[in-house]
């Protein structure tokens, strides 16, 4: 499995990608996603522009008339996320998906905690499903925490976090090649983290969810 702590910049791709608003990706089709926002092929991991998910799956777009085949199929995918997983944020973002677990979705974690708690087990059993049913992806999981403790110990929480997701799914039969993780600490919160509720939404773990070579491939020929 790789892993990194590493924010990967692309400069000329964020030149790009500033001209695409975040309503005009909200409001978009999934065939509009996949053929406009094409930047740059590659793995998922090749195009993370400041250290997100969202930057990732631009980043990992191919565009054209592939990338709209593309987005088809992770139309289908996001669908089967959303009836499964009701609580958790999903997001068709460019060419991928994006997946929020939080206090909502029921993966959560407890203050100073990387342990899966049972209804989180219930939860990844639900997505596990759907990844082996779409196996040509790639998959990000990133960890996450809120600002209680030091910049280092949540650096190390956070990627605990991600990793005791990805150590359950590769449990349920995900294959290990499919994961990068990632940790953020506490440096991405999505909430004020001067508030408990706040704190409480920022512990999480988020998937992004993009094509892998096959799946490009075979979208190409089908292009062509």
Known sequence: MKQTTSIFVAIALVFSISFVSC???KNANSTQKGAGI???GGALIGGLIGGNVTGALIGAAVGGAAGGIIGNQMDKQADKIEEALPGAEVNRVGEGIQVVFDDKSGVTFAINKAD???SAKENLDAIAEIFTEFPDTNLLVEGHTDSSGDDAYNMTLSKKRAQSVVDYLEGKGISSDRFTVTAYGETKPRFDNATEEGRVKNR????GISANQEMIDDAKAQAN
């Open 204 to 207: 999480r773990v988020e998937i």
């Open 116 to 118: 899966l708690t049972a």
């Open 38 to 40: 094409g930047v740059a």
């Open 23 to 25: 309503d005009s990706l």
